[in-house]
Each structure stands twice: as structure tokens, then as C-alpha cells.
């Protein structure tokens, strides 16, 4: 199985400020297609998931351009530019590129300080 | 409007069984693979199953193979996952979800005597 890896576990970040978010996977995660199947999901407290970037980069409707993500391979990154109050809530980043099983990572808890 | 919605989540005691359903509406339904995906109180997310658009094809995590059953209605437009032999670990919240929109808000499974 493709074990994800995140870091920090937890980030206090001041509003206004950026911050940033590591995924680490234990294999390549470029799939037999040649897309690279990474996503990003934010769970809000009290809220089911909702998934913010696929395929590395690619930002979901509506999702503001404060959030970006970048990465290959093995490493990827999600950033917010400036941490607004509304970004409080566990980032996720999980693949499905080689399944079974879709694999999570543990979560970062972003809030503020 | 994409819409989830999960149901039947309730006390059982260990040993027992449940029938969770998610009905699904705002999407062309038979077209997408589909997961339960769950989360256990405080923790993270971690995946359960997955069936593919005609039911043709599932797969399990291992910790509930041989003992929870994926299955979809394309008629209705409805998800099932029937679980049996049920442990303490298996309590969660319970999302239906295809991985690329929004998600349902989930049912509580807690398994207990």
C-alpha cells in the first residue's frame, strides 16, 4: 500500500500569513495514464471533506486562488498565500493511483494563533 | 446541485449488522465509481471500499473484507454498504463519496454493548 505522509501535523498561523503543508508518498504517484493522482481535501470543524485541488495543481470550482499546489513524484505541497479565518479546519492530501486501496494522509491541523 | 445523502448509522452491538444506504442526486449517478469512506471519532480519514459505475467491480480494505458488502442501485441512483460482524472499530462516520465532488455529511456508526 502507498502510505502518504504529511507534515507539520499541526500549523498555528498567524491571519494574513502563508503557510504551507507537505505530502510525502511512499512510491511514485505518476499513474499508467500520466497524470499524477494527488488530491488535497479540507475538512472544516464540524463539516465533511471537500476536496480543494486533483491532479496536483488543479484548483476546484470556487476554491479561492489563495490555495495552490504544486509537486511530483513523491513530494507535493499545498499552500495557502494568506491564511484567512475560514481556512481553520484539517488539510488532506490522498491518492488514487495505485488502488486498491485510495490512501490518506494523517491530516494537518491549520489554525490560528 | 450534487447532493449525498447518507442514512442508516445507528448503536449496534458488537457482532451485529447494518445496511447503510447513500442516495445520490445533482449527477449522472451510473457514471462514477463510488467509495464509503470513513472516519473514526477525532481521527482521520480512511478508506473503506470502492464499486465501479455498473457494479461489475469492488474491493475492500482489509480490515473490513470479508465482512462489509458494497453495492449500488443505478435505478435509484443509490449506494449501499452492508456490514456485519461489526467491532468497536469499525464506529465512524460514514461518508459516501465519488472522490471528486462534495461529500454527503456522513451517518454515525458506533458499535458498542
Known amino acids: 500500500d502507498v502510505v502518504m505522509t504529511q507534515s507539520p501535523l499541526s500549523l498555528p498561523v498567524t491571519l494574513g500569513q502563508p503557510a504551507s503543508i507537505s505530502c510525502r508518498s511512499s512510491q511514485s504517484l505518476v499513474y499508467s495514464d500520466g497524470n499524477t493522482h494527488l488530491t488535497w481535501f479540507q475538512q472544516r470543524p464540524g463539516q465533511p471533506p471537500r476536496r480543494l485541488i486533483y491532479r496536483v495543481s488543479n484548483r476546484d470550482s470556487g476554491v479561492p486562488d489563495r490555495f495552490s499546489g504544486s509537486g511530483s513524484g513523491t513530494d507535493f505541497t499545498l499552500k495557502i498565500s494568506r491564511v484567512e479565518a475560514e481556512d481553520v479546519g484539517v488539510y488532506y492530501c490522498?491518492?488514487?493511483?495505485?488502488?486498491?486501496?485510495?490512501?490518506f494522509g494523517q491530516g494537518t491541523k491549520v489554525e490560528i494563533k | 446541485e450534487v447532493q449525498l445523502v447518507e442514512s442508516g448509522g445507528d448503536l449496534v452491538q458488537p457482532g451485529g449488522s447494518l445496511r447503510l444506504s447513500c442516495a445520490a442526486s445533482?449527477?449522472?449517478?451510473?457514471?462514477?465509481?463510488m467509495h464509503w469512506v470513513r472516519q473514526a471519532p477525532g481521527k482521520g480519514l480512511v478508506w473503506v471500499s470502492y464499486i465501479n459505475n455498473d457494479g461489475s467491480a469492488t474491493d475492500y480494505a482489509e480490515s473490513v473484507k470479508g465482512r462489509f458488502t458494497i453495492s449500488r442501485d443505478n435505478a435509484k441512483s443509490t449506494l449501499y454498504l452492508q456490514m456485519s460482524s461489526l467491532r468497536a472499530e469499525d464506529t465512524a462516520v460514514y461518508y459516501c463519496t465519488n472522490l471528486l465532488g462534495p461529500w454527503g455529511q456522513g451517518t454515525l456508526v458506533t458499535v458498542s454493548s
Open positions: 490522498a491518492q488514487g493511483s495505485h488502488w486498491p486501496p485510495w490512501t
Open positions: 445533482g449527477f449522472s449517478f451510473s457514471s462514477y465509481w
